[in-house]
C-alpha cells in the first residue's frame, strides 16, 4: 500500500514538473464531452455551463481525466464558444462603453473563445481558454485551469490529492457559489455596472497565477490552500490582461473549505474561503509602486447550496455567497485617493434557478454590495461616481433561457450546443444612491439593463 502510493505521488510530481517546465510537450486528448462520452447535460444544469452537477463537480475535481467516449473525436481537444448580444439601458450613457458603439441599443460579438481543454494523463487534464473580446477588440489568456491529481485508499475511503495551478482565485473552485463561474454566468460588457467590488469578486482573475494544493475526502470533504502572485509587466502585456487594484507585493494566501451532501438525486453544501493581498497601487499601465505603502485587502466568506437533479425533469437550483472584506488602503490615503485609510466592504450574491427537461429555464438573482463612507475613493462622476460616497449598490436579475440541444439524444451531439437567453437587470440602489447617485444627474434605474444573447458551443 506504501509503495502504490508513492508511486502515485511520484508520478503527480513528476506530470506536474511537465505541465509547468514544458507545458508544450502535454498531450491533451480531448474536448470534455468528446472526451466523457457524455451529453453535456450530465456535468451541467441546463444542459449548459458552467453551472456544474455533482458528476460534473467530480469530473473536475478529478482533474478532467475521467474518459468514456469512442471514436476520433476523442482526440481532438479544441473547442470554439461565441457569444453575441444586444444591449439596451433605460437611458443611454453618458458616454459608450467603447469605441465604435453607440450610448445605447447596441449589437455585439462579446467574446470568441478557444479552448484546449482534456485528459493529459491518468493523473493530470485542464484547460486554457483564449478569448477574443469583441468590444474593445483585444485578445487575452482567459480562464486557466491545470491539474493533477491521484486517489489514494484511507480507511476504505477514497482520499484524492490534487495540485492545481490557476489564473485567479475561484478559477479551480467546484462550486457555483463562487465568483469565477458564479451567476450571472454571462452579462453585459457594454452596460454600466457598480463600482465596488471585493477583491475576491474577480480583481485577480487573469492577472495572477496561483498555485494550491487540495484534498477531497469521501467526495464530501473539500479542503484547498495555495498562494497567488499577480503577473510581472511583461506577462501582463503578453498574455493581454491588466492589474487591478495593483499588483500583489508578497504571495497572497488563500483558503477553501466546503463539505458536500449527496443524496437521491440532490446535493447540497456549505463552505468558505479566506483571501489576504497586500497590494501595490498601480501608477501606470503596467507598472506598480508600493513606496507610498501598500493597500491590504482581507475576504472572509461563506457560500453555499442546493440542488435538485431527480431524473432530470425537473431540476432546482439554490446559490449563495457573503463576502466581508476588511481593507487598510494606506496607499491610496497616502496619496490622497482615500479619506480614509481603514474600510469594509460586504457583498452578498443569491440565484434561484428552474429548468424544465434540462431546456427550459429560468433564475432569478439577488446581489447587494455596501460598505464605509469614503468620499475620495467613491468621488462623484458622470455615471460611474458617487454623490454621497458610498458604495452600496443593489439589484435584481432576472432571465429566461432556452437549450435546444445538449441532451443524450440532441442533433450533433456533442459538436453543437446553444443558449439563448434573455436577461433584465434592476438596479434599485445604484454607487450609494437611487436618485442623482453621480452627482450628475442620473439615476439607479438609468441603468437598468436589457441583454439579449446567442451563446454557442462547437
Known amino acids: 500500500m506504501i509503495r502504490k502510493c508513492s508511486v502515485q505521488l511520484g508520478a503527480m510530481i513528476l506530470a506536474a514538473a511537465v505541465m509547468i517546465i514544458f507545458p508544450q510537450h502535454a498531450r491533451a486528448v480531448s474536448a470534455f464531452a468528446q472526451q466523457t462520452g457524455q451529453p453535456c447535460s450530465a456535468c451541467h444544469v441546463g444542459a449548459y455551463g458552467p453551472q456544474l452537477t455533482a458528476f460534473g463537480r467530480a469530473f473536475k475535481l478529478g482533474g478532467y481525466t475521467q474518459t468514456g467516449g469512442d471514436g476520433w473525436q476523442t482526440h481532438f481537444p479544441v473547442s470554439?464558444?461565441?457569444?453575441?448580444?444586444?444591449?439596451?439601458?433605460?437611458?443611454?450613457?453618458?458616454?459608450?462603453?467603447?469605441?465604435?458603439?453607440?450610448?445605447?441599443?447596441?449589437?455585439?460579438?462579446?467574446?470568441?473563445?478557444?479552448?484546449?481543454?482534456?485528459?493529459?494523463?491518468?493523473?493530470?487534464?485542464?484547460?486554457?481558454?483564449?478569448?477574443?473580446?469583441?468590444?474593445?477588440?483585444?485578445?487575452?489568456?482567459?480562464?486557466?485551469?491545470?491539474?493533477?491529481?491521484?486517489?489514494?485508499?484511507?480507511?476504505?475511503?477514497?482520499?484524492?490529492?490534487?495540485?492545481?495551478?490557476?489564473?485567479?482565485?475561484?478559477?479551480?473552485?467546484?462550486?457555483?457559489?463562487?465568483?469565477?463561474?458564479?451567476?450571472?454566468?454571462?452579462?453585459?460588457?457594454?452596460?454600466?455596472?457598480?463600482?465596488?467590488?471585493?477583491l475576491l469578486a474577480g480583481a485577480l482573475i487573469g492577472n495572477s497565477i496561483g498555485a494550491t494544493v487540495y484534498a477531497w475526502y469521501d467526495r464530501s470533504l473539500y479542503l484547498e490552500a495555495g498562494l497567488y502572485n499577480t503577473f510581472g509587466p511583461s506577462l501582463l502585456s503578453l498574455t493581454g490582461n491588466a492589474y487591478g487594484p495593483g499588483s500583489t507585493a508578497s504571495p497572497a494566501p488563500y483558503v477553501r473549505a466546503a463539505y458536500e451532501w449527496n443524496w437521491n438525486g440532490q446535493s447540497a453544501h456549505v463552505g468558505g474561503i479566506f483571501l489576504h493581498a497586500d497590494i501595490n497601487p498601480v501608477t501606470g499601465s503596467f507598472s506598480s509602486d508600493g513606496s507610498q505603502g501598500l493597500n491590504r485587502y482581507t475576504d472572509y466568506a461563506v457560500d453555499g447550496g442546493y440542488q435538485f437533479i431527480g431524473d432530470g425533469t425537473h431540476v432546482v437550483s439554490v446559490l449563495g455567497i457573503f463576502d466581508h472584506e476588511e481593507q487598510n488602503l494606506a496607499g491610496l490615503f497616502n496619496t490622497g485617493a482615500s479619506s480614509q485609510s481603514g474600510n469594509s466592504l460586504n457583498q452578498l450574491r443569491a440565484n434561484i434557478s428552474y429548468y424544465y427537461l434540462q431546456t427550459y429555464g429560468v433564475t432569478v438573482s439577488w446581489q447587494k454590495t455596501w460598505g464605509s463612507v469614503n468620499p475620495l475613493l467613491y468621488a462623484p462622476a458622470p455615471q460611474s461616481g458617487s454623490a454621497n460616497g458610498k458604495p452600496d449598490s443593489n439589484a435584481f436579475i432576472f432571465e429566461a433561457d432556452y437549450v435546444p440541444f445538449g441532451k443524450a439524444d440532441s442533433w450533433a451531439r456533442p459538436w453543437v450546443n446553444l443558449k439563448l437567453g434573455v436577461q433584465y437587470t434592476i438596479y434599485t440602489q445604484f454607487n450609494g444612491g437611487t436618485k442623482n447617485y453621480d452627482g450628475f444627474g442620473r439615476n439607479a434605474s438609468d441603468n437598468n439593463t436589457l441583454y439579449l444573447f446567442a451563446w454557442f458551443m462547437f
Open 80 to 198: 470554439l464558444m461565441l457569444l453575441g448580444s444586444y444591449t439596451n439601458t433605460d437611458k443611454g450613457q453618458v458616454a459608450p462603453a467603447s469605441d465604435h458603439y453607440g450610448a445605447n441599443g447596441n449589437f455585439a460579438m462579446d467574446q470568441i473563445s478557444a479552448f484546449l481543454a482534456g485528459r493529459i494523463t491518468d493523473y493530470a487534464g485542464g484547460f486554457v481558454q483564449g478569448t477574443f473580446n469583441g468590444v474593445d477588440s483585444t485578445f487575452k489568456l482567459d480562464n486557466t485551469d491545470l491539474r493533477v491529481t491521484s486517489p489514494f485508499t484511507v480507511n476504505n475511503t477514497e482520499l484524492r490529492l490534487g495540485l492545481d495551478v490557476n489564473n485567479g482565485p475561484t478559477v479551480q473552485d467546484p462550486y457555483n457559489s463562487t465568483y469565477a463561474w458564479g451567476y450571472p454566468f454571462v452579462a453585459s460588457a457594454l452596460a454600466p455596472t457598480p463600482t465596488a467590488q471585493p
